[in-house]
């Protein structure tokens, strides 16, 4: 299987038989030049499977929905938030509430909970686990808000993460947030994931460019047994 970061939170991750979009927020272009997504993916023959965390615009773009008008073998599955918010109509996807479950053929999807909008991901493929975060995060915010606040906000994304942890067994790939913007502390929730859930493979999302700073990760992952690979640019794919 192949991973690749596209942008901001969006993830691609290929089988053989079957591919898996996560939260497309803008397209990057290939080393040929041409775009992942609009010229690469949608133009494969395989199964694709959307999921679309919550409506933030960071994480939804509209244009997702209009793939299928080329593509038929396309399945969305997005986060309730998304129709409480208008974003998408009844008929446009599958909607999943929190520990809200979804199974086919070839893989199986469980909603789990956000300390912001909508639902994080758990995806069951080729007996491998896989997770998406969204939003899910410890946003503590320690520079900007006062301490109980702080603590209020890492306390219900340690809710979160307890309940994540009970259900789920041991990940093959976690894609979560690490987002600079946090301040000096801006890992402290992407070390409380992986020292909680056992996890073969991190990737980070939320960064903006500060592809330096997400790096310092691989330090904290080792100490837990979990492999970072470094990453150093947009649509740059790993084989796993």
């Not at 679309?52 to 615009?57: I, K, L, M």
């Not at 340690?158 to 976690?174: G, H, I, M, Q």
Request: charge should be negative; aromatic fraction near 16%; charged fraction near 25%.
């Amino acid at each position: 299987m192949t991973i690749t970061y596209i942008y901001h939170s969006c993830y691609l991750i290929e089988f053989q038989e079957l591919s898996l979009l996560f939260d497309f927020y803008k397209d990057v272009p290939r080393s040929d030049g041409k775009e992942w997504i609009k010229d690469y993916l949608l133009n494969k023959d395989e199964d694709l499977y959307i999921f679309c965390s919550h409506s933030h615009s960071d994480h939804f773009n509209p244009e997702i929905l209009s793939w299928r008008k080329n593509k038929k073998n396309i399945k969305y599955l997005f986060s309730e938030e998304l129709l409480q918010s208008k974003k998408a109509l009844p008929e446009d996807a599958l909607f999943l509430k929190k520990e809200e479950s979804f199974r086919d053929h070839r893989i199986k999807v469980k909603a789990y909970g956000s300390t912001d909008a909508g639902c994080s991901f758990l995806i069951s493929c080729e007996d491998k686990l896989f997770f998406h975060a969204g939003d899910l995060n410890n946003w503590h915010w320690k520079e900007e808000v006062n301490a109980e606040e702080a603590l209020t906000y890492e306390n219900n994304f340690l809710c979160e993460l307890e309940l994540l942890s009970e259900k789920s067994e041991d990940l093959y790939v976690a894609m979560f947030p690490l987002d600079p913007r946090l301040g000096n502390d801006f890992m402290r929730g992407g070390e409380q994931f992986v020292s909680r859930i056992k996890t073969e493979y991190f990737f980070p999302m939320h960064f903006g460019e500060n592809f330096n700073l997400v790096n310092m990760f691989a330090g904290i992952a080792s100490k837990y047994n979990c492999n970072y690979l470094p990453i150093n640019h947009h649509g740059q794919s790993f084989n796993l």
